[in-house]
């Protein structure tokens, strides 16, 4: 899989998972921040997040806050995280 592809995939299942009406895939920046200043998450949208990577690629998050922080601040930082996991390689 290419890295863009799962990159696009990623936001689809944020737009998706966490029922963002007026957010697109297109509108969210690779790199930019999911919390706070960036997307605008919260905590709670961080365990729904989750909950649906853990469907889509099996990954399993840590219980360690700041590992998960380090997981969840971008897109990119997410799509490091899974192919890490899964031994996906991205092109």
């Keep these: 899989m290419k890295r863009q592809e799962l990159e696009l995939e990623i936001k689809e299942i944020i737009v998706s998972a966490l029922d963002l009406e007026d957010v697109t895939a297109a509108d969210i920046v690779t790199d930019d921040a999911l919390f706070g200043d960036g997307l605008g998450l919260d ?3 961080a365990l729904e997040l989750g909950m ?3 469907k889509r690629y099996g ?3 840590s219980a360690d806050k700041e590992a998960n922080k ?3 601040k971008s897109v990119a930082t997410l799509a490091d995280y899974i192919a890490k996991s899964t031994g996906m390689n991205l092109e």
């Design 43 to 45: 905590s709670i949208d």
């Design 52 to 54: 649906a990577l853990k």
């Design 59 to 61: 990954v399993v998050f």
């Design 70 to 72: 380090a997981y969840f």
